[in-house]
């Protein structure tokens, strides 16, 4: 059996630019990436977080109306993650209600795999990118209990990456990933239930493996750097199966495929 995943990160809806995201381009280019999912004939989208710019509080109300209206109208099921900029002024109870989601964290079941979204950008009380104790016990209890594959969903990446040439990361070691990465690897790593991690946040596309997990991050849908304008429209199609991951990074404006990666799942 087969899963395949339209994946879109660090939408940015603002009404201006910030550094090098057109935020007032995003609200054009979700339901292109909608059409083009349907068209990839994807079976889920998964949203990865930071969909607004963090403008002010009833800005960002606003702004969160607008992204989850768009997504409402795909004819397919939408998983979002939260991150941190979606955390900056509206609260996770905020984003739950008008997401429609069930809980900052969960897990679903697609395909014959088991989807889990974890929520990195939670508040626990200090300045760490981390889940709460309370959520890796229940990552823990879920990986057990899991009788599918499963493929671990985050906003921040849950492994070391090289940020060198990366404009927002490179001199910000501890911003692009979560703090201790080992508290969640020691769930995942040798399991041979997890085949995957899929991240967002760093804006560009990256992939590691890490003891035969594949960690994927997804780039920005509006990261136009060098640029301040033109948003590319940036999305990825993963298809899943027994034996293989096969990851196609693609543009909206122009669209094209910039590039494939196939990686063969491990039993």
Partial sequence: MKLRIALISDI????????????????????????????????????LGDRIG???HDEDMVH????????RKADMPVLHALGNHDLHFLS???????LGMESSYYAISANGY???????AEATGSNSIMPSDTQIEWLSDEIEAATEKVI???????????????????????GYKVTDESRLQDLMLGNPKVIA?????????????NDGIPFISVPSLIES???????????????????????????????????????????
């Fill in 12 to 47: 940015h809806h603002n009404k201006k630019t910030i550094e090098y995201r057109p935020g007032n381009e995003a609200m054009k280019l979700i339901p292109t990436f909608i059409e083009e999912a349907r068209m990839q004939k994807a079976d889920v989208i998964v949203e």
């Fill in 54 to 56: 963090n403008a002010s």
């Fill in 64 to 71: 969160l109306q607008d992204v989850a209206s768009a997504f």
């Fill in 92 to 98: 996770e109870a905020e984003n739950i209600d008008i």
């Fill in 114 to 120: 088991r989807l889990i979204i974890l929520n990195t």
């Fill in 152 to 174: 671990v969903i985050s906003h921040h990446p849950l492994t070391k990456q090289d940020q060198e040439g990366n404009p927002f990361f490179v001199d910000n070691p501890e």
């Fill in 197 to 209: 991690s899929i991240n967002g946040h760093v804006h560009w596309s990256y992939c590691t493996e």
């Fill in 225 to 267: 750097y060098p640029e301040t304008i033109n948003a590319p429209g940036s999305y990825m199609i993963a298809e899943i199966c027994d034996e293989y991951i096969d990851v196609s990074l693609g543009t909206l404006v122009p669209k094209r495929t910039v590039g494939r990666i196939v990686l063969p799942v491990l039993s």
